[in-house]
């Protein structure tokens, strides 16, 4: 019956992936088969860490990721988890040999968010690596398939779409890191004298990211390419969106690219992936 567990537990990272990111989902389900399962499960172990720091306010979050990751390292000892997101997890990390460093990594990235709530330039880069180029590596080892020449040099454009996402995602959740969280992630910025020339710094870094980014994109496997490009697409066009908002909005709402703008994206990435125009 252990095959039945294993499906139902990878299917459960499906779901968790599907309700919390349209704009993932979407980039996942049109990955060659054989890489979405494992993509999905790292999806729903990251997603699960950052939900413990994000959202669970009215319980003991220090102690709840405590045990989230003495189970995450019991999971990859033993090679089983009642928990049916660890047991993914670990099953992806032993197939594609990620790398133990990577997951310490991402999870002192997440501790870092129960006793930091502004950031220098050298605890923003340790954020950042932790908590987004971490994650891309993970990806990238699944994509590679053990190739590790292919893996190295993909490494830092890997690291640098992590990077972009991450900061997107902080431009985007300006508002609601510091009003719900206290948190401020940009170095030097103070949330209540947000000015234009903080934001253009802000979005020159993330295009410089995303630009070192494409040029791994266009070099990965046929099979996950659309899937990584229609994300990469789906931020370049939300950070456009913010590009065009003023600081005072930015800060103010949360900016979104519409559902039926994601699925123009997808076409419009299919027939250039058809095309060979990437």
Request: hydrophobic letters at 35%; charged letters at 25%; proline letters at 3%.
């Amino acid at each position: 019956m252990i095959p039945l567990y294993d499906k139902t537990c990878l299917e459960c990272s499906c779901l968790i992936t599907r309700r919390y990111s349209t704009s993932f989902s979407l980039g996942i389900r049109v990955f060659a088969k054989k890489y979405r399962a494992p993509i999905y499960a790292i999806y729903g172990f990251v997603r699960f860490a950052d939900e413990i720091v994000d959202t669970f306010h009215n319980y003991p979050k220090a102690e709840l990721l405590q045990r989230f990751r003495e189970d995450t390292y019991k999971a990859l000892e033993e090679g089983i988890s009642l928990n049916p997101v660890l047991h993914a997890f670990q099953q992806t990390v032993h197939r594609y040999n990620i790398e133990r460093e990577l997951i310490d990594a991402f999870l002192h990235s997440m501790e870092m968010d129960l006793h930091y709530h502004t950031y220098g330039d050298h605890l923003y880069k340790e954020y950042i690596y932790g908590s987004a180029e971490v994650v891309g590596l993970m990806c990238l080892r699944v994509f590679c398939e053990g190739d590790q020449e292919t893996y190295e040099r993909l490494k830092a454009p890997a690291r640098s779409l992590g990077a972009a996402f991450q900061k997107v995602n902080f431009l985007r959740d300006m508002g609601s890191d510091y009003q719900e969280r206290g948190r401020v992630y940009f170095p030097g910025v103070d949330f209540t004298q947000f000015t234009e020339s903080d934001k253009r710094q802000i979005e020159a870094d993330i295009k410089k990211d995303f630009d070192d980014a494409y040029q791994g994109i266009v070099q990965l496997p046929e099979g996950v390419r659309l899937g990584v490009y229609l994300a990469y697409r789906y931020y370049t066009k939300l950070l456009q969106k913010i590009k065009r908002a003023p600081a005072q909005t930015v800060t103010a709402e949360r900016i979104r690219v519409p559902n039926s703008r994601k699925i123009a994206l997808l076409l419009g990435s299919a027939l250039k992936h058809q095309l060979n125009l990437l």
